[in-house]
């Protein structure tokens, strides 16, 4: 019997902050970056203005009231498993769960999609492009 391929059609990589590299030279405050913030982690922020939490997106299977998870997300990119930002480990996860080949989503570009300067979203979807084909 010929072996069944496993395929996750909803996976999400967490971008790390080298994304956001440049950005802020060439759009100043206006542009998204990533900050740590001690109480929150590490946090993609726009015109100064904290938002999305990174080390959330790298909780799966963990409970986020426990305070050891909270723990994981305080530490950002940190705290995350290597596979949730590297192609390499992300490979190794991939036979632990099973999988044979994944369709990848963005995760931490979702905080970009509101930003109202169009040159600015193009640009950091340049970054994410390009870091995606590395």
């Known amino acids: ?17 080298e994304v956001f590299a440049g950005l802020e030279a060439r ?59 590297d192609p390499i480990a992300r490979l190794k996860d991939q036979d632990i769960d099973g999988i044979n080949a994944e369709v990848i989503y963005p995760s931490v570009m979702f905080g970009v999609y509101g930003i109202p300067n169009a040159e600015i979203v193009a640009a950091t979807f340049r970054n994410y492009n390009d870091w995606t084909a590395n």
Request: aromatic share 4%; with cysteine.
């Open 1 to 17: 019997m010929a072996q069944k391929l496993c395929i996750s059609g909803d996976s999400h990589v967490v971008e790390p902050a």
């Open 27 to 85: 759009f100043g405050e206006a542009a998204p970056k990533i900050v740590h913030d001690p109480e929150r982690g590490d946090v993609l922020t726009v015109n100064g203005r904290g938002g999305l939490s990174v080390g959330r997106l790298g909780i799966a299977g963990h409970y986020v009231n426990d305070p050891a998870t909270q723990a994981m997300i305080r530490q950002g990119y940190a705290g995350m498993r290597p596979g949730v930002m």
